[in-house]
């Protein structure tokens, strides 16, 4: 009996044949999705396009609702940033992650260190919404930002929620590395894929009555 050939060989030969025949070669990546600090699976050549593999920790609360989860896959590398990212949309509504963004194969294979969740408010604040199956969001209310987070974001868009991906606005506090964030991209948070319509970033206005 012949034994079956392991994907892992059939991805080495396949990666070996392109490079020897000069090819743009496709990357493979980690792919997986799940709660914890960490999560493993198969590991798979990414589509075209698709240039960075990714390993995101983040840890989430919705409503009131905690969970830390973990994502790895494949993505443009132009769309991926590397680093700690926070925004709150309320006290009982906000996301910290730590993001690595590699480009060699299985290079997002491991973990990252799960992020810091400074929840001190530092005096500034964003006008807040959270607005499922919308397309935009009025901001009257106001978030607390807390930790880093000294920018205003407005993202929109559709997220991917299994296999429907509906429609999303909100607005909050954010670190400025959520300016990476640029409308057409699709920003991967721990839980969900993001299609980003719009992306608006600015510094979080000083509100009057701060001492200082
Ligand atoms: C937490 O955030 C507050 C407000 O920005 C800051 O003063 C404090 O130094 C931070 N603490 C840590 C451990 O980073």
Redesign the pocket.
Known sequence: MRTPVKPVTFLLAFTLLCTLLGLGCPLSCEVCRGSGPTCSGKMKVCEAGQDACVVIVGESCTKGRHSLNTYKACMKYSDCYSGFVSTTMGPKDYMVSNTRCCQSDGCNQGSVPPP?N?R????LQCPACVAPFQETCPGTQSARC????THCVYFAGNVQAGLISPKFATRGCATESACYAKAGAQVPSASYLYFLRRADCLPAPQFPGRAE
Not at 120 to 123: A, D, I, R, S, V
Not at 146 to 149: A, D, L, S, T, Y
């Open positions: 810091q400074n001190t408010e530092n005096g807390v930790g880093q987070e």
